[in-house]
Nanobody, 120 residues
Framework: QVQLVESGGGLVHAGESLTLTCAASGSISTINTVDWYRQTPGKERELVASINRGGSTRFADSVKGRFAISRENAGMVFLQMNRLRPEDTAMYYC???????????????WGQGTQVTVSS
């Protein structure tokens, strides 16, 4: 059992920075990868950044060089967003896939989302 809660969204001006937090609870040791997605009404969901169990990261081309993803205390994942642009405006979701070898149980969980709005 894994639960995710996002926080840190808000309204900022273009060029400013914002950091989102994904707080995981439950069986956090079972998490394999934590992803940040974003979605705008009428557009397809986009994978923004990922961090896996070994600490490897990857980013969408649209945010590469501006965003960073990091992990702290196993249950906290951060998305640092720098030099924000109006096109970064979206609902941001964290998601995690997990594997519990004891139960056994596998799956993917999602947070409720946090809104980021970047004004020009």
């Amino acid at each position: 059992q894994v639960q995710l809660v996002e926080s840190g969204g808000g309204l900022v001006h273009a060029g400013e920075s914002l950091t989102l937090t994904c707080a995981a609870s439950g069986s956090i040791s079972t998490i394999n990868t934590v992803d940040w997605y974003r979605q705008t009404p009428g557009k397809e969901r986009e994978l923004v950044a990922s961090i896996n169990r070994g600490g490897s990261t990857r980013f969408a081309d649209s945010v590469k060089g501006r965003f960073a993803i990091s992990r702290e205390n196993a249950g906290m994942v951060f998305l640092q967003m720098n030099r924000l642009r109006p096109e970064d405006t979206a609902m941001y979701y964290c998601s995690a896939d997990y594997t519990n070898v004891v139960i056994p149980e596998v799956g993917r969980v999602w947070g409720q989302g946090t809104q980021v709005t970047v004004s020009s």
